[in-house]
């Protein structure tokens, strides 16, 4: 952005240089060629002045989804979900009416808000998944019993 900056103020330094120039010219040949070299860079100093605020534009955005982010980021707290395995957690005070949810830590971190969504829960095995990402977690809820799955020949 300073480079942008500094040759768009070496455009208007060139701008005035030959604008200063005209004024010493008799020759009208030599003075409608410096008349249409002055327009076009009074064009490319416009057009460069365009660029850059558009760019401010973009950064102006850019640190108002920034700063969304981080008091968004205020509701949440870090939760161990699974050994090992960290998400976000929304805090019970900042709920303002939402359910309880964990979003991907990892997304988080990017500045991006992904849900962990439930794909399968079981009375033993959770399975996560962030859509964002794409990281799925099977969280461990429990040890099945010994026969869990199995048919006795007394149940048949």
């Known amino acids: 952005m300073a480079s942008e900056l500094i040759a768009g103020l070496s455009i208007f330094k060139s701008l005035y240089d030959s604008a200063k120039a005209l004024k010493d010219i008799n020759d009208s040949t030599v003075r409608n060629t410096a008349v249409i070299e002055l327009?076009?860079?009074?064009?490319?100093?416009r057009a460069a002045q365009a660029d850059l605020l558009e760019r401010v534009s973009e950064l102006k955005t850019e640190v108002v989804r920034l700063k969304d982010w981080e008091a968004e980021k205020k509701r949440y707290k870090l939760a161990e979900i699974g050994?090992?395995?960290?998400?976000?957690?929304?805090?019970?005070?900042?709920?303002?009416?939402e359910p309880l949810h964990k979003i991907c830590a990892d997304c988080a971190a990017n500045g991006k808000k992904f849900y962990l969504q439930a794909q399968l829960s079981g009375p033993y095995l959770d399975r996560f998944k962030c859509n964002g990402c794409g990281f799925e977690i099977d969280i461990n809820k429990g040890t099945p019993p010994q026969n869990w799955g199995t048919i006795d020949a007394d149940d048949e």
């Open 39 to 45: 327009q076009e860079k009074i064009l490319a100093a």
């Open 83 to 97: 050994p090992g395995v960290f998400a976000l957690s929304l805090q019970e005070s900042m709920r303002n009416g």
